[in-house]
């Protein structure tokens, strides 16, 4: 960010921003690797915002694991069309965070394979936020060429808890297939989501996000907001006031265990 002119002699203050479209929380649009898709401009506030679900995945993945349909179904019901909101709990890794670790925010994180792909097809899964660096698994993507050293721990993960390979597992015709071969079919993601997240895991909401109405926008910084009814907001204050907090005003690390205790029942 730079100024451009100041109140002396310009009579006023004017600044110039330049940034990437995927910094912070953003939402990866279609012509992000689809290039006769939708831009922002055309992401309708209907489509943008909806039912969805927020499920929590940090008790069964870990360092360069592999999350699966199953999983997620296993600790929340998905419905037809329903918005997706993956929490693996790597956002405590963000830049923000106590426990800052860009290595781990970025390179670290689990993500699927192609079961979990063909299954949000299936679903028809409206579109997908995850809080973490990228919907696709970090060593399915140009990371592995750019992380040499983590690579090689992955490629040991991988032979000993999926007993093959990295390279095997992740082959070329699987290739960040969460980008790749989700974006024609209208299934796009949001990446490094935060905030407050910990206090809707496995629950259902109305989520929406909130991106630039961005003409020819590739991806847009957005803002991604759950909405819930007055009496579960003041319930969900009441817990976070007993969390710490970032200097931004965000929840802090896992939720202490008095906090946890006031959150409503889940589903």
């Known amino acids: 960010m730079k100024y451009f002119k100041r109140l002396a002699p310009n009579g006023a ?3 110039i921003l330049t940034h ?4 912070g ?5 279609e012509i992000h690797f689809f290039t006769p898709g939708k831009d922002m401009a055309a992401l309708t506030l209907d489509w943008l915002v909806g039912e969805g679900v927020v499920v929590d995945l940090s008790d069964a993945c870990g360092d360069y694991d592999v999350y699966t349909s ?3 179904e296993e600790r929340v019901e998905v419905r037809q069309g329903d918005i997706l909101i993956i929490h693996t709990g790597y956002h405590h890794h963000g830049w923000d965070q ?14 699927p394979d192609r079961e979990f792909a063909d299954w949000c097809k299936r679903k028809r899964i409206r579109w997908i936020g995850v809080d973490c660096g990228s919907a696709d698994h970090p060593m399915n993507t140009i990371v592995r060429d750019w992380m040499p050293r983590q690579a090689r721990e992955a490629d040991a993960h991988f032979r000993a808890k999926y007993g093959m390979p990295l390279a095997e597992f992740f082959d070329d015709s699987k290739y960040q297939l969460m980008h790749l071969e989700m974006f ?4 796009i993601h949001a990446e490094c989501l935060g905030g407050d997240i910990e206090l809707l895991l496995n629950q259902r909401c109305t989520i929406g996000c909130f991106p630039w109405r961005l003409v020819d926008g590739e991806s847009c910084i957005s803002r991604i907001v759950a909405f819930v009814d007055d009496e579960r907001y003041e319930r969900l204050m009441e817990v976070k006031s007993h969390c710490r907090l970032t200097k931004w005003g965000d929840i802090a690390g896992t939720l202490p265990d008095a906090a946890a205790a006031l959150l409503p029942p889940r589903g």
């Open 13 to 15: 203050n004017g600044q």
């Open 20 to 23: 990437s479209n995927h910094l």
């Open 25 to 29: 929380t953003h939402l990866d649009g």
């Open 70 to 72: 199953r999983m997620v």
């Open 98 to 111: 106590p426990a800052a670790d860009e290595i781990a925010y970025m390179v670290k994180h689990p993500g």
């Open 184 to 187: 024609p079919h209208g299934i």
